[in-house]
């Protein structure tokens, strides 16, 4: 976790607060653009998308009393998120985790774009590939906490399953319809679930 350290050390320039992130895609969707380098309509609009339900995800969610304990007891400190305004599974799991960090007001959440930052995203690899978002938490004594990411397990299951069958079979766009599916029925349980197990263990471990 070299370049990760080296980045809190540095006071992490570039990133953003969950607020400036959504200005940001707020913007981009006003500018019909996105972040990263593609700035086809697909990705744009899926940005747009993406807007509208981290704005619901943030409105609507409500963290359970385990997750909540969790956090209370913790002893977090910064963590980094990367990711990218494209990105469904981002766009799923990025306002439930500022909510987290809203709860625990010693967690310092920042945000990163992962094309902007290579150097963080190639240290937290999800078998071999950039995969988004990923989140990597690091406590008070400034030690790696835990990482997670880039989706919840069913839904990583999920992919993973799809890219082993064999042709033909869905495009890659028809199936992530099933993973938003997939997250619309979990109703962040599963993330909040995951997380609050991490931070346990961490806690435990201490």
């Known amino acids: 976790m070299n370049a ?7 006071g992490m320039p570039g990133s953003m607060s969950y607020s400036e992130y959504i200005a940001l ?3 981009l969707v006003e500018e019909k653009k996105t972040t990263g380098p593609n700035q086809t309509d697909f990705y744009v609009d899926l940005t747009k998308l993406n807007l ?15 997750l909540l304990t969790a956090l209370d007891t913790s002893n977090q400190k910064n963590w980094i998120l990367i990711t990218e305004a494209w990105c469904g599974d981002a766009a799923q799991s990025v ?15 920042r945000i990163v774009l992962r094309d902007e930052f290579p ?34 397990a069913p839904a990583q299951e999920m992919v993973t399953s799809y890219k082993h069958m064999p042709e033909p079979k869905k495009t890659y766009i028809e199936f992530s319809v099933d993973v938003q599916k997939w997250y619309g029925a979990d109703a962040t349980r599963t993330i909040q679930e995951e997380i609050a197990t991490l931070l346990t263990e961490q806690h435990v471990n201490k």
Do not use: C, Y
Not at 52 to 59: C, G, L, N, Y
Not at 125 to 152: C, M, Y
């Open 4 to 10: 990760h350290k080296q980045f809190l050390a540095d």
């Open 25 to 27: 895609v707020e913007k």
């Open 52 to 66: 509208q339900r981290m704005r619901r995800i943030s409105k609507t969610t409500q963290l359970n009393e385990k």
């Open 95 to 109: 306002p439930v985790i500022d909510l987290m960090a809203q709860h625990n007001s010693d967690i310092n959440l």
């Open 119 to 152: 150097q963080l995203i190639d240290e937290v690899l999800t078998n071999g590939g950039r995969s988004i978002p990923k989140l990597v938490a690091f406590d008070d004594q400034g030690e790696l906490s835990f990482i997670w990411g880039p989706r919840p």
